[in-house]
């Protein structure tokens, strides 16, 4: 995430952006921007970028419409998860790991997801701001955990770490701006 902040914050600087010309530009073409974000924020987990940009990325282009985010980045990132698990045997998400632990690592995931803490373990890992929620909804296509579990226990932990984000979203950026 850490280069996903500083992409950014370099972009921003360089060209002297600010978050009202970007809003102002997104108000002009609000109908279309919302389509866009919706699709990148639904496939964005098919190339293992973070959902964490794409929230702050909502926050300042609809800075007037928090809720409107709120739903857009949950609908994304749950759109996402059911992406990569219902594709996760087409996917071979195992092959980022070393290979010396693999494995082991993955063998630990199945465990705790096959566990009767499964939904539990699920939402945690969704409400970690650094955890790959997209590792966890493949393990969970793999061992074909029930859907429905799966994707209630992603949105309960998203929900609380987007709403975090979403309404601090300009707080961390304007602190993330001024640090630099």
């Not at 980045?73 to 594709?87: E, P, V």
């Not at 790991?97 to 063998?107: L, Q, S, T």
């Not at 029930?146 to 994707?151: D, G, K, Q, V």
Request: charged fraction near 15%.
């Amino acid at each position: 995430m850490g280069v996903w902040v500083t992409a950014i914050t370099a972009v921003v600087i360089k060209y002297h952006i600010s978050a009202p010309q970007i809003a102002a530009f997104i108000q002009d073409y609000k109908s279309e921007a919302i389509i866009v974000y919706i699709l990148l924020s639904s496939i964005r987990g098919l190339f293992f970028l973070p959902s964490t940009p794409f929230v702050f990325a909502g926050v300042l282009i609809f800075p007037k419409s928090k809720i409107l985010v709120l739903v857009l980045s949950l609908s994304g990132i749950i759109i996402s998860a059911s992406l990569i698990y219902l594709l996760a045997e087409y996917l071979d998400i195992a092959k980022l790991f070393p290979a010396k632990d693999r494995e082991v690592r993955m063998e630990r995931l199945r465990g705790k997801l096959t566990s009767s803490k499964g939904f539990l373990f699920i939402a945690f890992w969704a409400f970690l701001p650094f955890a790959p929620t997209d590792l966890v909804s493949y393990v969970a296509g793999t061992v074909k955990m029930n859907y429905l579990r799966f994707i209630f226990a992603t949105f309960a932990g998203e929900l609380v770490v987007c709403t975090v984000y979403v309404f601090a979203g300009n707080d961390i950026w304007h602190l993330l701006i001024h640090q630099s």
